[in-house]
């Protein structure tokens, strides 16, 4: 799978075949500005340039289709085919301020097996390429749809496809999707080498780490890569991240009934992130409501509202920052956790 997005390739192809470099920029405004997606539907290109790149990279920019959506008050899920047949969701957010975000996909499926997740049942079947990642985006983008902030939450976990990075450096090239690392968040586990690359190469772009628990043992049950990089060397890893940008990062803590929510659960958590001493102020806890789903290894059930609250309460007593976060499109299995493109086609190595 090439690791350069294929903007870097067409204009490569253009070098090749002799044409001119405004060619490129016209390709571009056809795309980025006019949402033309043919090279055959770009006039501005003499016909032979628009036969020769169409024959080397098909007359399509996109490289899936979308086959289903379902749309819920503030959340839309779409299903889109890859070439190869293989199925992924993404899932288009509207809040009420105006604000669009979009949760996209990294992996078709996903082979870390945390017990909770719906994707994981569909083990991984392949990393998504640049294009396919960063098609997503421009898929709603040609919909007229503002693309005020992207997280990489959807299916799979995103620091484990390298091609994440090729994606990144695509969607904020100021030519091409021009997007803010600011507005981007990559979700991790915790794979610690990708998280220092990510710090190392985007640090501007956000980070959140699923923590889930703060003791091992639960962990590792909840999220089996917890045994390869276990809590410490995720948060050593996130000192060296806030150390180096300065930036804050967010915990993300799903909140399972009887499971992880217990008040000795809140202070173990507070006890962990406050030992970090200085960087503890830009570390940010987001509590996430858990969405029954069928796919699961293990069934598991959210707290009442009341207890969420008072989860929220524990931690902020200890001086922490909590934000309870929405969930979107529970009613669609749109929302976190719930993502399996449960209409994909049976499809054979
Ligand atoms: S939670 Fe993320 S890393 Fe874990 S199985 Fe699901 S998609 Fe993969």
């Known amino acids: 799978m090439p690791r350069v997005h294929r903007y870097a390739q067409i204009q490569e192809a ?28 770009m006039p501005a290109l003499p016909g032979r340039l628009r036969t020769a790149l169409a024959e080397q990279f098909g007359d399509s920019l996109l490289a899936l289709r979308s086959v289903q959506s379902s749309q819920a008050a503030q959340a839309d899920k779409h299903l889109f085919a890859l ?9 288009a ?3 009420r301020a105006g ?27 392949r990393n998504l390429s640049a294009d396919e990642i960063c098609d997503q985006a421009l898929y709603f983008r040609v919909q007229g749809q503002p693309l005020d902030s992207i997280s990489f939450m959807g299916m799979g976990e995103a620091l484990a496809n390298p091609n994440l990075f090729t994606a990144l450096e695509c969607l ?23 998280m220092r ?24 049950q909840l999220i089996p890569l917890n045994r390869k990089y276990p809590i410490e060397d995720v948060l050593d890893a996130l000192d060296a991240h806030v150390a180096h940008t300065h930036r804050k990062v967010y915990m993300a803590y799903l909140l399972l009934e009887g499971v992880n929510d217990s008040r000795q659960h809140a ?14 102020r830009l570390f940010h806890v987001n509590l996430l409501r858990h969405n029954a789903n069928t796919f699961a290894a293990e069934r598991f059930a959210r707290p009442s509202e ?10 902020e007593q200890t001086g922490l920052k909590v934000t309870v976060r929405s969930s979107f499109g529970d009613e669609i299995q749109a929302a976190c956790g719930q993502l399996h493109a449960s209409a994909q086609e049976v499809v054979v190595d």
């Open 83 to 91: 070439e190869d047949g293989r199925r992924i969701e993404a899932v």
């Open 99 to 125: 604000w669009h975000s979009y949760c996209l996909s990294t992996q078709a499926g996903c082979g870390f097996g945390c017990r909770f997740c719906a994707t994981a049942a569909m083990r991984l079947q």
């Open 197 to 220: 690359q990510l710090t190392e190469q985007h640090p501007q772009v956000n980070l959140t780490f699923s923590l889930h628990s703060p003791f091992n043992e639960q962990r590792s």
């Open 93 to 95: 957010m509207r809040y």
């Open 172 to 194: 904020t090239h100021s030519r091409l999707f021009a997007l803010s690392p600011r507005r981007l968040t990559v979700s991790t586990i915790g794979l610690v080498p990708a």
């Open 267 to 280: 202070a173990a958590l507070a006890e962990r992130l406050h030992a970090r001493g200085r960087q503890t």
């Open 306 to 315: 009341a207890h969420i609250h008072q989860f929220r309460d524990w931690l």
């Open 14 to 41: 253009l070098r090749q075949l002799g044409a001119a470099p405004y060619r490129f920029q016209q390709i571009l405004e056809a795309v980025f500005r006019q949402h033309v997606l043919q090279f055959s539907a």
